[in-house]
């Protein structure tokens, strides 16, 4: 009996260690491709200081700026300005949790 109890309170404590809930989710991007500007957009679980860092595909940083999330959906408009036609990797990084994907530039 003693057992079961410990094997269940380790499961339990185990379970809510490794369990991670995301602040941010349905991260997408539209129009992809793009040629003048594009809109980020994100569902977030809690308000809290985002940043968005755009990288070419040699890894250099080409844009970085901070935003603050409202509950629920958020839209970011990004803009290429003098960024050239190509493949470009944007990153949302709240704290911990780093969500990245692609978009092109036309």
Same mark, same amino acid.
């Given at each position: ?19 991670? =809930?995301?602040? +941010?989710? /349905?991260?997408? %991007? ?7 500007? $594009?809109? !980020? ?26 935003? =603050?999330?409202? +509950?629920? /959906?958020?839209? %970011? ?7 050239? $036609?190509? !493949? ?19």
């Amino acid at each position: 009996m003693l057992k079961k109890i410990l094997f269940t309170l380790l499961l339990t404590i185990s379970i809510a260690c490794f369990s991670q =809930t995301k602040s +941010i989710e /349905k991260l997408s %991007i539209t129009p992809n491709p793009f040629t003048i500007s $594009t809109n !980020i957009t994100f569902t977030a679980t809690n308000t809290s200081k985002i940043t968005l860092n755009v990288r070419n595909v040699l890894g250099k940083t080409v844009f970085k700026k901070e935003y =603050t999330t409202k +509950i629920g /959906k958020n839209n %970011i408009a990004f803009y290429k300005d003098n960024l050239a $036609t190509g !493949i470009y990797i944007y990153s949302v990084i709240e704290k911990k949790e780093i969500i990245s994907k692609r978009f092109i530039i036309k």
